[in-house]
């Protein structure tokens, strides 16, 4: 099995950043989609952005697009999330993903998942 182990997460003023991690061990292969999720407080998983197993192609929620940055590091198996300009709405649990065969929104599309992280922003 892979596992997906996040963090990074946090507490931090509204128009700070963060930056998200996902080590990703087990046998899995940086030729595959990896994304990240987020559950709002009281609502249901939304996508937040995805990279192609290259990085060369990536997809991004219109919430989140212009101030969230997804990018890769293969060598390290681990994928990251900058998050710039955060709000209060954008406190959340964020969770990895991985092993899709491209960038999509589609949760289904993604094998194996971590546990979350927590983000809080405070105004």
């Known amino acids: 099995q892979v596992q997906l182990v996040e963090s990074g997460g946090g507490l931090v003023q509204a128009g700070g950043s963060l930056r998200l991690s996902c080590a990703a061990s087990?046998?899995?292969?940086?030729?595959?989609?990896m994304a990240w999720f987020r559950r709002l407080p009281g609502k249901d998983g939304d996508f937040v952005a995805a990279?192609?197993?290259?990085?060369?192609?990536?997809v991004y929620a219109e919430s989140v697009k212009g101030r969230v940055t997804i990018s890769r590091d293969n060598a390290k198996n681990t994928v990251y999330l900058q998050m710039n300009s955060l709000k209060p709405e954008d406190t959340a649990v964020y969770y990895c993903?991985?092993?899709?065969?491209?960038?999509?929104?589609?949760?289904?599309?993604?094998?194996?998942w971590g546990q979350g992280t927590q983000v809080t922003v405070s105004s």
């Open positions: 993903a991985a092993d899709a065969l491209v960038p999509t929104v589609i949760a289904g599309s993604y094998r194996y």
């Open positions: 990279i192609s197993g290259s990085g060369g192609r990536t």
């Open positions: 087990g046998r899995t292969s940086s030729s595959y989609a």
